[in-house]
């Protein structure tokens, strides 16, 4: 390594790299121009009045099950309520009556599981 004025030269220039970036010319395009975003096709006034109809029907639809839920969730409670204010019974009665209602609303909950399931896939498929 020899030296040249007391600085090694074997030691590159320097190289500015704004100045190497402005020569490579601009960088390719990595995706839709803003003139591609403004000239895409867009739905009519009839289309978009159609689609607005099609989700106050699915909304619809979501508020008659959630009335009828209600009403079911109104009457459960009105028997709860009996239950509670009824007279005595006997115990084994009692058990007897629970172990019926908690097949039964175990029943209810899997049926109500797939009907808010199912609702939810009509109201997701609408939108």
Known sequence: MGLKDGIPHNIGAYMN?????????????????????????????????????????????????EEKMNENWRKELEKHREKLLGGSESSSKKKEKKKKEKK??????????????????LFLFVI
């Open 17 to 65: 790299p704004i100045a190497m970036a402005r020569a490579r010319g601009p960088a390719p395009n990595s995706g839709p121009t803003i003139q591609d975003y403004l000239n895409r096709p867009r739905p009519t006034w009839e289309e978009v009045k159609e689609q607005l109809e099609k989700k106050k029907k699915g909304s619809r639809a979501l508020a008659e099950f």
């Open 104 to 121: 039964k609303s175990n029943r209810v909950s899997k049926i109500f599981s797939f009907l808010i399931f199912f609702v939810l896939e």
